[in-house]
């Protein structure tokens, strides 16, 4: 019986230990020159949270509202009190929903939105959020640069242009380079965008992609993946999700082209760390696909 007891408390402490040890990034060192990229497990939605070397931080979408909660206190634990770049990709709730909390709870610096609006309660509150703390919106399209210095640039990609027909299609898009290391942010851009981008003079070849639209099959058209030549995609997508994202065709074609797929799904919070030659990917559990 002894014997046993001892095996399950063995086994529960290796469960235990295996578990703070994947959540716990390899290296991790606070110290360093690194640049972090937190893909923040926020089930069907997106938000993406970016701690830069000099300290600044960029927030991209907060989930829905119930998700709030959980981003503050993701970013808190981290050690952050402020934004000082906060991104509405565009004004649809699963990426919306909570950024009034967020806004609510940070000091927060800049604030930028595309150049659509939104009767939903979600955006008004959002405004009103906005508006209580003395913040103006800046509402940005493509061609906008909000960070230049030595080795980060942060620059807005899309939307391109001034009408679209989807809402999805207004969606931000957000090219960060540091260094030699590229990561693009496409929201929920969809064919209409990837096709003006594709038009564009833009540099769209990154090593990260933030896969457009949760997998969905409205996005990550082919030669739009040929032209960002990613070698990480990163799946913002709740389990068992209502539109059956991420799409098996969206999977084939990444896993086509050799690009290693982290889903929060799957992996829960995922993060990306670079010193601007080498990244490393660390998930909550599980591993790539
Ligand atoms: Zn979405």
């Known amino acids: ?6 095996l399950i408390v063995f086994i529960a402490a290796a469960l235990l230990f295996e578990f703070a040890g994947t959540y716990a990034y390899k290296n991790y ?8 990229v937190h893909y923040i497990d926020v089930w069907q939605g997106d938000s993406t949270f970016i701690e830069l070397p000099n300290g600044k931080t960029i927030l991209i979408d907060a989930g829905e509202v119930e998700y709030g909660d959980r981003v503050v206190k ?55 959020a906005i508006e209580t703390k003395n913040k103006k919106i800046n509402i940005v399209k493509a061609g906008k640069t909000i960070i230049s210095e030595d080795d980060i640039d942060l620059k807005v990609l899309a939307p391109i242009e001034d009408e679209y027909e989807e809402v999805n299609d207004y969606s931000i ?4 380079t540091y260094k030699e290391k590229k990561f693009l942010f496409m929201a929920d851009a969809e064919y209409e965008s990837e096709m003006d981008l594709l038009d564009s003079k833009y540099d769209l070849s990154a090593d990260v992609l933030k896969v457009g639209h949760h997998g969905s099959t409205s996005s990550t ?7 960002v030549k990613p070698s990480i995609g990163i799946i913002s997508v709740g389990k068992n999700n209502d539109y059956g994202h991420p799409k098996d065709t969206i999977l084939e074609k990444l896993k086509k082209q050799n690009v290693k797929i982290y889903r929060t799904d799957l992996n829960g919070n995922i993060v990306v760390r670079t010193d601007g030659r080498y990244e490393e990917v660390s998930v909550q559990y599980g591993s790539n696909s």
């Open 74 to 128: 993701y970013i808190k634990s981290l050690g952050h009190s402020k934004i000082d770049y906060l991104f509405a990709t565009h004004p649809h709730s699963d990426h919306i929903g909570g950024l009034k909390k967020v806004v609510k709870t940070f000091d927060i610096g800049s604030i930028y939105m595309p150049d659509i609006t939104s009767n939903s309660t979600l955006y008004l509150d959002l405004l009103k």
């Open 221 to 227: 058209n082919y030669y739009f993946l040929k032209a």
């Open 1 to 6: 019986m002894k014997k046993v007891i001892y």
């Open 29 to 36: 060192d606070d110290g360093d020159n690194s640049l972090k």
């Open 173 to 176: 898009v957000l090219k960060l």
